[in-house]
């Protein structure tokens, strides 16, 4: 069989994106936050754009000298801009002038500046590796011990559990299981109460003895009754201990007080506030009017100090020439993005106000069955982009903050028309939360009562929803006097 070399030349057709339609689809899917980091970052890189109000802020300030290299651009009118249509044969201007048809607000941002002392600079919250070493280093016990400790400690997640096995510490701290067990017996000793434990049930059990519970029907009952006080079945453990139900109920509320995630106090974590992409009021002749948020958007405009100097060519070389270019053909497809961005999501966010005008007006109860081909059907797009427009994005309106995916449901068949699923599972939430407390609901009884709101709907299908609204089942809700 012979090896030999050909060449051959085939035709094909590919779907190629090329730099420029890739930004732009990122930016699609950018939430608000997101957007602001990604538009700061280019406002870093590219000379040619330029915040409005930082420009406007700097010119404010007098008696500052014009630095040397910019006399050749200044030279020029101050009415002078660089030929955009001649260079790359289109314009910028209207992709960043006049943008009030697509909601957004022309107004200018303040950008507010906190003053931080050096006391409030330096402060650090310690988190609960750094608390537990810290405990260490205070303590008095061998070299050996401590390094298996810190071992350990550097094994533990954010809320206290070990994530590692005696075997996998041993080897690493080269020590066998029994050094291992000494040292975890060690850190569980420290604050807070319940660090260092393999699982929920030992946690809780660490937690007894700063409390003096040892030996108590407390302990007892997170000893041989874990599982019983786990499915809430409070009369076998009043059996299986010979004592009346009320003392049970008595040891169950003390446990309930105990913490099941030790390290949680210590958690670095920072809340993270949702910020809306769109606000949607009501004016007072009743109309609701669609606003696209721009708080803490930098407002980019291209920079007419580096278009006058890429138009004086003759000072500049080659090189130079060509990195002006490209990074001027970067800023004028980053602002045309950005205003396709704002269109787009003004009319998806316009389009949804149609669908579901009767929800914006009387609630949730006119909230109506919707889907992305909808609403793609509706613009003219494809489904695909409506998905990139709607992920990640927040409404405010006077129902309050909502995920645009909210908005969008399957239909259930009643003798009265389509029902959306987010109205059935609201339904199930205030049925639930209705219930009486001794005598919770089954899904078998939640069907019934969705049956006599004239809404057929399998049991399985009420389970389902049940999980996504992270409600118990009604032997976990059963609550005892």
């Not at 939430?31 to 602001?36: C, G, V």
């Amino acid at each position: 069989m012979a090896i030999e070399l050909k060449l051959e030349l085939r035709l094909s057709q590919k779907l190629i994106l090329t730099p420029q339609l890739q930004q732009s689809i990122k930016l699609l899917q950018l939430p608000q936050l997101e957007l602001s980091i990604k538009l700061n970052q280019e406002l870093m890189e590219n000379p040619f754009l330029e915040d409005v109000v930082e420009k406007e802020s700097v010119e404010k300030n007098e008696g500052q000298d014009t630095p040397k290299g910019e006399e050749s651009a200044r030279e020029l009118p101050d009415d002078f801009e660089a030929p955009l249509e001649k260079m790359f044969g289109f314009t910028a201007d209207d992709y960043f002038e006049d943008r009030g048809s697509d909601g957004r607000d022309l107004g200018y941002f303040t950008n507010g500046t906190e003053t931080v002392t050096p006391f409030e600079r330096n402060t650090k919250k310690m988190n609960l590796y750094e608390y537990l070493l810290w405990q260490l280093r205070l303590s008095r016990t061998s070299e050996s011990l401590r390094k298996t400790a810190e071992i350990i400690i550097g094994n533990l997640n954010e809320y206290g559990y070990l994530q590692a096995s005696p075997e996998e510490i041993a080897t690493i701290a080269q020590t066998d299981t029994q050094g291992v067990e000494e040292a975890l017996s060690f850190i569980q000793n420290f604050d807070p109460p319940g660090v260092g434990a393999k699982n929920l049930q030992e946690c809780l059990l660490l937690q007894t003895k700063p409390l003096n519970l040892e030996n108590t029907l407390v302990e007892k009952i997170l000893t041989d009754g874990f599982k019983e006080l786990e499915k809430k079945q409070y009369k076998k453990l009043a059996i299986k201990f010979k004592v009346p139900v009320d003392e049970i109920l008595t040891a169950v509320k003390i446990i309930e007080g105990l913490e099941p995630r030790p390290g949680r106090n210590y958690s670095s974590d920072e809340v993270i506030y949702i910020i809306p992409d769109v606000y949607i009021v009501e004016d007072s002749e009743g109309k609701f009017i669609i606003v696209l948020n721009d708080d803490g958007i930098p407002r980019l405009k291209l920079s007419n100090y580096y278009r006058k100097l890429l138009a004086k060519k003759n000072s500049l070389n080659q090189e130079e020439k060509q990195f002006l270019e490209e990074k001027l053909r970067s800023a004028v497809w980053l602002l045309k993005s950005l205003d396709q961005r704002n269109k787009t999501i003004y009319r998806v966010t316009e389009s949804i106000l149609k669908f579901q005008e009767g929800f914006f007006r009387k609630g949730i109860k006119e909230l109506k069955p919707l889907n992305l081909k909808d609403i793609a059907t509706d613009l003219g797009m494809h489904e695909s982009t409506i998905s990139r427009v709607t992920s990640s994005k927040y409404m405010q309106c006077p129902e309050g903050l909502l995920d645009f995916k909210f908005f969008f449901s399957n239909a259930f068949h009643s003798t009265d028309g389509d029902v959306s699923s987010s109205l059935i599972k609201n339904t199930i939430k205030q049925l639930i939360s209705n219930e009486d407390p001794q005598h919770p609901l089954s899904d078998k009884d939640l069907v019934e009562k969705l049956s006599d709101l004239k809404v057929k709907i399998a049991r399985r299908t009420i389970a389902k929803y049940r999980e996504e609204l992270k409600i118990s089942s009604h032997s976990k809700r059963r609550k005892w006097t």
